[in-house]
């Protein structure tokens, strides 16, 4: 089946590191590919969906900026947080699907701390 | 925008009772919802879903319903276990593909 790759799993940073997260789709190209983040307890909040070959488009409330997308292969996204602060603390996931079929696909996460 | 609620937020039954965890949805174009199951720290597993030419889906224990006038789907748990507690989340999404979680349900299943 459709597998979403993603890395790295956990990443410990001090504030003011950017930092950088990859979502691969390993058998399938995907044109679309979405970032969500889950604060604890909380449910998964769309961040933005990724492009290929064009810019993101940001969900209201987020800092395009701040969250630096990248979609330059039919393979992989990149997520970017610059200049990361404490806040910036959760859990980030990705996710894609096959062209014209559901479901989509979630890669398994990166946990970011910052300290 | 899609705007998704999910009732109830916590849900405790005993082994081998039934779960029903209900959500709405406000964007009438809405034609495909999943559910996902979520344990912690890991990624969302979808467990079932149902795309909106169709009113009820059963797999095994797990089925959901759509009431498409009245915006509603429901998950539907029969004989729970132990190991079906994590948290479940309702999900839709429309043309735009962009997919707008519920709010999610701790679903604690007692020996």
């Known amino acids: 089946g459709a597998v979403v790759s993603q890395h790295p799993s956990w990443v410990i940073c001090k504030s003011g590191t950017s930092v950088k997260i990859e979502c691969r789709s390993l058998d399938f190209q995907a044109t679309t590919m979405f970032w969500y983040r889950q604060f604890p307890k909380q449910s998964l909040m769309l961040m933005a969906t990724?492009?290929?070959?064009?810019?993101?488009?940001?969900e209201q409330g987020v800092e395009k900026d701040k969250f630096l997308i990248n979609h330059a292969s039919l393979t992989l996204s990149t997520l970017t947080v610059t200049s990361a602060h404490p806040e910036d603390s959760s859990f980030y996931i990705c996710?894609?699907?096959?062209?014209?079929?559901?479901?989509?696909?979630f890669g398994d996460g990166t946990r970011l701390s910052i300290l | 925008g899609e705007n998704v609620e999910q009732h109830p937020s916590t849900l405790s039954v005993q082994e081998g009772d039934s779960a029903v965890i209900k959500c709405t949805y406000s964007d009438s174009a809405s034609n495909y919802f999943p559910w996902y199951k979520q344990e912690l720290g890991k990624r969302p597993q979808l467990i079932i879903d149902i795309r909106s030419n169709v009113g009820e889906k059963k797999d095994q224990r797990i089925a959901v319903t759509l009431n498409k006038t009245a915006k509603h789907f429901s998950l539907h748990i029969t004989e729970t276990q132990p190991e079906d507690s994590a948290v479940y989340f309702c999900a839709a999404t429309s043309g735009t593909d962009k997919l707008i979680f519920g709010t999610g349900t701790r679903l604690q299943v007692f020996p």
């Open positions: 990724s492009n290929e070959g064009s810019k993101a488009t940001y």
């Open positions: 996710s894609a699907r096959e062209p014209g079929r559901q479901p989509q696909h």
